[in-house]
């Protein structure tokens, strides 16, 4: 079964500067979709970036990219030029490019704090 | 484009009784998925559905239950409520043509 891990339950960040969220995942597959959601307050998952297993080159979106390590399993979130409103939870999340797969297997978060 | 909306927004009921929450896929979407949060977790899959019928399901006894409807709309029942139930209830819709999700703003659900 695929297991997806965040080892940081907290980060703080200063307004402006940038931070790294970790997350690292066990699959025996080798064609997946990796993701990072944003869940503030309001509760509802909000998608931040998206990486196909596939591609080499690492997924960017405005201030938000990741650093892909398929052979270490490793997808890296860092988050530049910080702001109030990025603070949130942030979840990883695993999802199996099969047909008829569409389950989400997510970590269990990363509560990040940004410091005015 | 309208997003996906979950209803109610909170929800108490007593243990031993039963539970309806729906969900309103968003435009073009013609896949839903279920997923629990509980309290300082990440969610966790309960079952998806396209074209009306179940097509995966996560670690979750029969008690939880759903529907998918012609619209695209869905269901997720619970029977027999337990304590261990409480939680935030997400729906996501997607489409066979990608693979984004949607998320609603989930229906948080107490147990008492």
């Known amino acids: 079964a695929q297991t997806v891990t965040q080892s940081q339950p907290e980060m703080s960040v200063q307004e402006a500067e940038t931070v790294t969220l970790s997350c690292t995942y066990d699959?025996?597959?080798?064609?997946?979709?990796l993701f990072w959601y944003k869940q503030p307050p309001s509760r509802q998952m909000i998608l931040v970036i998206r990486?196909?297993?596939?591609?080499?080159q690492n997924a960017t979106e405005n201030r938000f990219s990741v650093n892909f390590q398929k052979a270490a399993k490793s997808f890296s979130l860092k988050i530049s030029d910080s702001q109030l409103g990025d603070a949130a939870m942030y979840f990883c999340a695993y999802r199996y490019s099969g047909a008829g797969s569409y389950q989400l297997t997510f970590g269990k978060g990363t509560k990040l704090s940004v410091i005015p | 484009e309208t997003g996906v909306t979950q209803s109610p927004t909170h929800l108490i009921k007593t243990r031993g009784q039963q539970v309806t929450l729906r969900c309103s896929s968003q435009?073009?979407?013609?896949?839903v998925s279920w997923y629990q949060q509980a309290l300082g977790q990440g969610p966790q899959f309960i079952f998806q559905y396209y074209r009306e019928e179940e097509n995966g399901r996560g670690n979750f006894p029969p008690r939880f239950s759903g529907l998918q409807f012609p619209n695209y709309s869905s269901e997720l029942n619970v029977n027999a409520l337990e304590l261990d139930d409480s939680a935030l209830y997400l729906c996501?819709?997607?489409?066979?043509?990608?693979?984004?999700?949607?998320f609603g703003s989930g229906t948080r659900l107490t147990v008492v």
């Open positions: 435009s073009g979407h013609n896949t």
């Open positions: 996501a819709s997607s489409s066979t043509a990608n693979y984004g999700y949607t």
């Open positions: 990486q196909e297993a596939y591609k080499q």
């Open positions: 699959t025996s597959e080798s064609d997946y979709y």
